[in-house]
T-cell receptor, first 116, second 108 residues
Framework: DTGVSQDPRHKITKRGQNVTFRCDPI?????LYWYRQTLGQGPEFLTY????????KSRLLSDRFSAERPKGSFSTLEIQRTEQGDSAMYLC??????????????FGPGTRLTVL | AQSVTQLDSHVSVSEGTPVLLRCNYS??????LFWYVQHPNKGLQLLLK??????LVKGINGFEAEFKKSETSFHLTKPSAHMSDAAEYFC??????FGAGTRLTVKP
């Protein structure tokens, strides 16, 4: 399967713990996006990368959230000192920016985080 | 600033009848617009996209959408609903701003 993959698919943690999620985009895609989706809502944009450069991070929910894409391939999203309000589905997507600079995104299956 | 409003949180239709899911957008420049579908326990899938080439856009599974600049709208339509169309639909402006979603129910 050459789609976007995310790991783990489910994560249960206790409040105050740190968690890290991984996203592997489609191999030739140069953009990678992170979103958060809560029940009954649309995905909420968090941050995105073009290659290894993080071009937008002002929408990260707090300074407890950080993301990296060190070699322009896979990416990680870390949440420090988790809170119950962080419980949500975290989605990753990738796209290939070409002639149409805002191209379609391909989404992974998501990581469901539950904070107890 | 860019934003998107999906005018109906829930739409219910009978199988075989037309579908209309409404979306209005706000953008300071000509935007790219998308519709995505999310079936239960499945990932988001692109239905169609508008990138200024044509105002009437055809997508997968018989869906289409018309870009109307004067009305700042990008409504999604389908002539005849199928049971498999039951899902959550999201309108997206400029790739990253998602609407709240419209849940489509199809009754037999």
């Amino acid at each position: 399967d050459t789609g976007v993959s995310q790991d783990p698919r489910h994560k249960i943690t206790k409040r105050g713990q740190n968690v890290t999620f991984r996203c592997d985009p489609i191999s030739e895609h140069n953009r990678l996006y992170w979103y958060r989706q809560t029940l009954g809502q649309g995905p909420e944009f968090l941050t995105y990368f073009q290659n290894e450069a993080q071009l937008e991070k002002s929408r990260l929910l707090s300074d407890r959230f950080s993301a990296e894409r060190p070699k322009g391939s896979f990416s990680t999203l870390e949440i420090q000192r988790t809170e119950q309000g962080d419980s949500a589905m975290y989605l990753c997507a990738s796209s290939l920016i070409g002639v149409h600079w805002q191209d379609e995104q391909f989404f992974g299956p998501g990581t469901r985080l539950t904070v107890l | 600033a860019q934003s998107v409003t999906q005018l109906d949180s829930h739409v219910s239709v009978s199988e075989g009848t037309p579908v209309l899911l409404r979306c209005n957008y706000s953008s300071s420049y000509s935007p790219s617009l998308f519709w995505y579908v999310q079936h239960p326990n499945k990932g988001l899938q692109l239905l169609l996209k508008y990138t200024s080439a044509a105002t009437l856009v055809k997508g997968i599974n018989g869906f289409e959408a018309e870009f109307k600049k004067s009305e700042t709208s990008f409504h999604l339509t389908k002539p005849s609903a199928h049971m498999s169309d039951a899902a959550e639909y999201f309108c997206v402006v400029s790739a990253m701003r998602f609407g709240a979603g419209t849940r489509l129910t199809v009754k037999p």
